[in-house]
């Protein structure tokens, strides 16, 4: 089963991937906005972290989505 | 004069609805009904009460018993009141000479078969033959008891809740009738003929062997004590009754508590209750002695560890212990450290007060709901499609419906009443669509007109859904004035042009669903053109990894096809718990305050900050599963838990276990012990439906009242003990009364507004909205537009689960539910109701059943890749090959040892719906199982304060 930080990884992810019908950019800043709107402080707080410290796991347009927190 | 409606009274026929009036006289009163009305109804609703037996308004009118015979002008004979209908200028006499002796007549020739015991008899003081012996004089009986009668028929003991007297019996088919027309099961009938007939249940089978579903119909309708509560058999005739909203599932059935003091003796069906009309299931009727249960938790409870003993303090106490444990877990983890679940099964006024605690006296937006693991995908999906995250009809919409679909719901198990409703309508000829992986019992209504079962792979409902879109934006299928009027057209044509694309066409998505391309284009222009479309769905739905790309798939067809804003149309979410509306309603979610105003709204903080006097932390909070994963990343460390039991509901078991054993301080406020408790601290006594006032909202978002009929059985409502410990964590709120706190409610949230406790009173309920624009409620929503001005079409597309079968795991699991018993089991697994369905059982097809050497019975391990049960198995052909089923209402089960972690993309509700397993026959329970009966045992153990060995759980 995943860790908690594996779970986060995989649900940015899984918000860009049911997104992705519009392009990487417009997906991206949908999956931007849905975290801002839905996750708790820590969670943006922790993934960002991830993606400073190299980001492992994080699709294109999670990569951009966080960039955008 | 005419009379308004008084529930109590039976008026003898149904009320017809006919914009003509039709006046006729009625024993010299000149009197207006409307065209339709039985002579029967139109004397009663004038109070001339005319003697009837075999007629009841909750069915249609029969004419056996010959009691309302009347008189007519220009007619011949003694025709039934009830079966005639009234015409223009009609002159009917109900009371003469002639029809009291042809009435005594028949009464005595009811009763010269009929024993003579009145005053030992159950029905003594609610008897209508013993009320119809008196009202028309009956003084003697010729006839004696020397000839062939029916006084030794033999007494039918067999269902736990009520018994069949058949020397009571007179055939008046009232119970046959209930059980076809009103609950639409056909498990009874009259055998024989003539002097020979009979009520039997099935083929002269026991009720408990018959396909009686103990719905209790029969027994209200029943006019002896032949069909007679055992409760009342034994205990004797209530002396007052209550009217207050069952807390069972989402249907929110109003009830007549029926009481002898503090005691309920039997629970009856409230004709004008607007949800179920009067009509009942075997869980509201009869499953209420959880209530008085030996196991409920009748003081507070505190302990430092949770392999020590529980050790009883006062209320004060266990306030005072459970306030310090959470201010030193804040000061030594930081403010976030600590949350709260509220309850989809407690009142509206509670869950306000649980998530008001969380925000004020815990000072973060760490609050969340069970609804988050079951309909939180309707919230989202429906909330950026249609403006509003509710169901759009009443419930009685469906009458008017011409096709049913049925998405992932199973109503006559899951919401009975309603799945007698839908019945009714499916046997008047309207069409019905099922989208299941399992053949449900709703497509083998007796009497169904036309059904198409879309039998889909499990977690391919978007892929479905698109091609049912896809042929109805190809085949000219469109409403194109509605959604000119009113959809967005750019999200409109985005769509239109998604949709259209062939990879959704039925021919593309076979591959994916399983499902025949020409059924899916069947049932598409079935829904399409066949007039009203009604969408009703379930769990089925939520409960996928796009749960909220499908409640957004479900509004694009309802919009595509303009079926919305109308009786007889519309999306319906079947909500699973009695108040999973009201509990969203109410500001659960982390991320809302009550009526879904985001908390990262200034102004609506603005509002929320000087009603409540604290500064509101704009951020949203910790959902559930996020809770899990910050407790076992060790920076989440306290929980007060309200009326819910995560660790047998939410899934990956073990995962669960462990992120609450990591918990410092846990709070479960519960009526019983529940799997939560087990890992709790403090324990604060929780108090059933039955002891406390409040409203439930239920899934046609209809505010009902919930009255106090008995005291609370360790002396606070669920209310009360937020107060104390929210006070004792040094936020002190003020209410001495739960209509005190709608009243802040409807201040604070816009839909509210117009919602009081008095408004309640005079309405009997409310459909919110309920606001200035809407002061007597809304019984169906965007008849004129959406919250969101146009309706807005989503972009679907199909991404497959990453639970997907293997090798390894070859078999897809799914759950579900079963009509007798109701969510974890812990009220219904305290009633008789366990007669039914004592344990949870997996069901296997005969081909991977044969394949794998399964019998009947034997028992299997299932594993998956978060862990493995044992259940034993029930071979099934309700499921295609590929797919095994099983429910969870039984803790031991471990049926979510093995769901895993996957969830929804944009609200986390758990992928219950699909599971990859492989099953095989084994000989012992599994690890797991072994080790939460020896959990169990201790924990029963620590509970009456005795210590144990420490076993790990």
């Not at chain 2, 900050?609 to 996020?626: F, H, M, Q, S, T």
Request: glycine letters at 8%; a negative charge; charged letters at 20%.
């Amino acid at each position: 089963m995943r860790s908690a930080q594996q779970q986060l990884i995989h649900m940015v992810n899984q918000i860009g991937e049911n997104n992705q019908h519009s392009g990487v950019e417009s997906a991206a800043a949908f999956t931007s906005t849905h975290i801002q709107k839905f996750w708790a402080r820590s969670m943006k707080q922790d993934i960002i972290q991830h993606l400073n410290n190299g980001g492992q796991g994080l699709s294109e347009i999670s990569i951009a989505a966080i960039k955008k927190l | 004069m005419l009379e308004y409606f008084d529930p109590s009274k039976d008026l003898g026929t149904p009320a017809i609805f006919s914009a003509t009036s039709i006046t006729l006289d009625i024993d010299g009163n000149s009197i207006s009904v409307p065209e339709g009305t039985s002579v029967l109804r139109a004397a009663a609703l004038y109070n001339i009460n005319i003697p009837k037996l075999c007629a009841t308004d909750s069915l249609e009118p029969f004419g056996s018993c010959r009691l309302c015979a009347v008189q007519i002008e220009g007619r011949r004979g003694y025709p039934a009141a009830c079966t005639t209908p009234v015409s223009e200028g009609m002159q009917v006499v109900t009371q003469n000479t002639k029809l009291a002796k042809l009435r005594r007549n028949v009464m005595e020739l009811y009763i010269s078969d009929h024993p003579l015991d009145c005053l030992t008899c159950p029905a003594n003081g609610d008897c209508e033959l013993q009320d119809m012996a008196g009202a028309v004089g009956l003084r003697e009986v010729r006839y004696g008891f020397n000839g062939s009668n029916h006084l030794d028929a033999p007494t039918d003991d067999s269902n736990p809740y009520f018994s069949f007297d058949a020397s009571k019996c007179i055939v008046c088919s009232r119970c046959v009738r209930a059980c076809e027309e009103v609950q639409g099961t056909f498990a009874l009938t009259i055998d024989g003929r003539g002097f020979d007939s009979k009520v039997s249940a099935g083929v002269n089978q026991d009720f408990i062997d018959s396909d009686c579903v103990s719905c209790g119909a029969c027994v209200q309708a029943c006019p002896t004590s032949t069909l007679m509560e055992k409760s009342v058999i034994e205990q004797g005739q209530p002396e007052h009754s209550i009217v207050t909203t069952c807390a069972y599932c989402g249907v929110g059935c109003s009830f007549e508590a029926q009481m002898q003091g503090d005691q309920v003796i039997r629970m009856v069906p409230y004709k004008g209750g607007e949800a179920n009309q009067g009509h009942s299931c075997v869980k509201g009727r009869f499953a209420f002695g959880y209530a008085t249960h030996k196991d409920r938790i009748k003081a507070p409870m505190i302990r430092d560890h949770i392999d020590q003993p529980w050790r009883e303090v006062s209320w004060d106490e266990a306030f005072s212990f459970a306030a310090a444990k959470i201010k030193g877990i804040q000061k030594k983890y930081g403010r976030e450290s600590v949350g709260g679940i509220t309850s989809s099964r407690c009142t509206n006024e509670e869950t306000y007060l649980v998530q008001k605690l969380i925000r004020t006296a815990f000072g973060n937006n760490n609050t969340d709901t069970c609804a988050r693991v079951c309909h939180s995908p309707t919230g989202f999906g429906l909330k950026t499609t249609l403006g509003e995250s509710a169901g759009t009809q009443t419930f009685d919409s469906v009458r008017e419906a011409d096709c049913i679909m049925v998405i992932g719901a199973n109503p006559t198990d899951a919401h009975p009443v309603f799945g007698s409703l839908m019945r009714r309508r499916l046997r008047e000829g309207a069409s019905l669509i099922v989208v299941d992986p399992r053949d449900i019992d709703l497509l083998a209504t007796p009497h169904l007109n036309q059904a198409i079962h879309l039998q889909l792979r499990p977690g391919t409902n978007v892929a479905l859904i698109n091609a049912l879109a896809h042929v109805i934006a190809t085949q000219e299928l469109l409403d194109k004035d509605f959604i000119a009027k009113r959809c967005a057209s750019d999200a409109f044509e985005q769509w239109l042009a998604f949709i259209s694309e062939s990879r959704n066409s039925p021919e593309e998505t076979e591959a994916i669903t399983g499902v025949a391309p020409d059924k899916v284009r069947s049932a598409a222009r079935l829904y399409a053109t066949v007039g009203n479309g009604a969408i009703f769905y379930g769990l089925g739905v939520t409960e996928h990894s796009q749960g909220s790309t499908m409640v957004m798939g479900i509004a694009n067809l309802a919009l595509a096809t303009g079926n919305l804003g109308r009786l007889g149309v519309g999306v319906n979410p079947l909500r699973g718990q009695n108040n999973v509306q009201g509990s969203c309603d109410m500001g659960s979610f982390p991320h809302e305050l009550p009526g879904y105003q985001h908390v990262g709204e200034q102004q609506v903080r603005d509002k929320f900050e000087a009603a409540w006097k604290v500064k509101i932390d704009p951020e949203p909070g910790l959902r559930i599963p996020n809770m899990f994963d910050a407790a076992l990343n060790g920076t989440f460390k306290g929980l007060y838990v309200q009326g819910e039991d995560i660790a047998q509901s939410d899934p990956n078991t073990q995962h669960v276990e462990k992120a609450l054993c990591s918990l410092e301080c846990l709070i479960v406020q519960d009526i019983f012990l529940n799997e939560t408790a087990k890992f709790a601290h403090v324990l604060l006594p929780g108090a059933t439906f039955l002891e406390k006032d409040g409203t439930f909202t239920n899934a046609e978002r209809r505010i009902n009242r919930v009255r106090k009929v008995m005291p609370p059985l360790a002396g606070l409502a669920d209310w009360e003990v937020t107060l104390g410990l929210s006070k004792a964590l040094g936020y002190e709120m003020h209410y001495d009364h739960p209509s005190e706190i709608m009243d802040e409610i409807a201040q604070l949230t816009p839909t509210f507004s117009g919602v009081s406790y008095q408004k309640l009173e005079e309405l009997g309920s409310i459909q919110w909205p309920c606001n200035e624009q809407h002061p007597l409620g809304t019984p169906t929503m965007h008849v004129e537009d959406f919250p969101i001005g146009k309706g807005n079409f989503a972009i679907t597309e199909f991404i497959p689960t990453q639970e997907r079968s293997t090798r390894r795991l070859p078999l897809l699991l799914t759950t579900g539910r079963i009509l007798s018993q109701y969510n974890v089991g812990a009220q219904t697994r305290r009633t008789q109701n366990m007669t039914w369905h004592s344990e949870d059982v997996l069901e296997v097809h005969p081909h991977d059943a044969l394949e794998r050497g399964i019998n009947d019975g034997d028992w299997l391990g299932i594993t998956s890749r978060a862990g493995n049960t044992v259940l034993r198995a029930k071979i099934s052909e309700r499921m295609q090959p590929g797919i095994v089923y099983t429910t969870f209402h039984h803790p031991g089960s471990g049926a979510n040892v093995i769901t895993t972690d996957n969830s929804d993309w944009a609200t986390n509700c758990p992928e219950y719906k699909v599971t990859a397993v492989q099953v095989e026959k084994v000989s012992q329970p599994s690890r797991w199982q072994k080790a939460f009966q020896d959990s169990d045992k201790k924990q029963q153990q620590l509970l009456k304060g005795k210590q144990t060995t420490s076993v790990d759980v």
